[in-house]
């Protein structure tokens, strides 16, 4: 079989390696709550505007510790594992648009006025999604690493997304299907989840058009220059949504999170606390 080369899989093996903060984020005394007849697993941080978090592929809440160690400072952060990872149970099917789904029910069923998200690659295209579902209730969105279609990805980012399936995972997958089998409440139901995943991530329509020009929120759009996302993609997103910002960090991969939490979290602290001051260039003689 050929080498399946596809960094979403990388972030847990990436965030074992590199120790975390000291919090056990992802197994941390959380709670569950029924969305749809699915338990969900979550946990809070911290006070203030609410924060929905959403963690990236094949990954749990715990790989976002260094982002829930530093926002919770400032906002409420609400962690949850998406369905059929971590510690979550699994939903009927899996698509980008159940994930935003799931959320915008978590945000009525937890009475949440309005909400600030920010998502991480998978995450980053439910948050896109959410966003332009609920603009009554999501005021501000980070999405990073996010994209609308699998054109959008390196190709070599994606190749071998056909052979994501249970009988590789036992192979070459053992560094999370281990993990996996540790904390998911559905230990006999992991191939079905695999499929299931392999089915949303092959499926090329990620973000109709449509629904990226229905997001009224302020969005941020942001990614390592050197990330899964080719940079003219990240570019046509900030292009297709009204109220965007767009971002780059130099010298940062996909797994900025770890690589650079300081610089990646005052990113997001500037955009959630600040509104953009956009540049008056008559004062220039431009445009007059």
């Not at 192979?171 to 904390?183: S, T």
């Not at 899964?228 to 990240?234: L, N, Q, R």
Request: a negative charge; charged letters at 20%.
């Amino acid at each position: 079989m050929k080498t399946i080369i596809i960094s979403i899989l990388a972030v847990l093996w990436y965030s074992c390696c590199f120790p975390q903060d000291t919090v056990p984020y992802g197994s941390n005394n959380g709670k569950y709550i029924d969305i749809d007849g699915t338990q969900l697993y979550y946990e809070e941080y911290g006070q203030g505007t609410p924060l929905l978090a959403i963690h990236g592929g094949l990954s749990t809440i715990a790989d976002l510790g260094p982002v829930i160690a530093e926002l919770s400072k400032q906002y409420r952060v609400i962690a949850v594992d998406c369905p059929g990872q971590g510690r979550s149970e699994q939903a009927d099917s899996l698509s980008y648009q159940l994930l935003a789904d799931y959320f915008s029910k978590i945000i009525d069923q937890m009475k949440l006025d309005s909400v600030y998200v920010f998502g991480h690659s998978d995450g980053g295209n439910a948050a896109l999604l959410l966003a332009a579902d609920r603009p009554d209730k999501v005021k501000k969105t980070a999405a990073f690493a996010a994209a609308s279609h699998t054109s959008g990805y390196y190709p070599e980012a994606i190749a071998g997304l056909d052979q994501l399936n249970p009988e590789a995972f036992e192979k070459d997958f053992k560094w999370w299907l281990e993990p996996h089998l540790q904390r998911t409440p559905q230990k006999d139901q992991w191939k079905k989840f695999v499929r299931d995943f392999s089915a949303m991530c092959a499926t090329p329509l990620i973000i109709p058009d449509a629904k990226l020009r229905e997001v009224q929120s302020s969005v941020l759009i942001v990614q390592g220059d050197n990330d899964i996302v080719i940079p003219g993609h990240a570019l046509a997103l900030h292009q297709s949504i009204a109220n965007s910002q767009l971002c780059f960090v130099p010298a940062a991969s996909h797994f900025i999170l770890y690589e650079r939490p300081e610089l990646f979290n005052l990113i997001l602290i500037e955009f959630f606390n600040k509104e953009p001051q956009l540049f008056d260039w008559t004062q220039l003689g431009v445009g007059s």
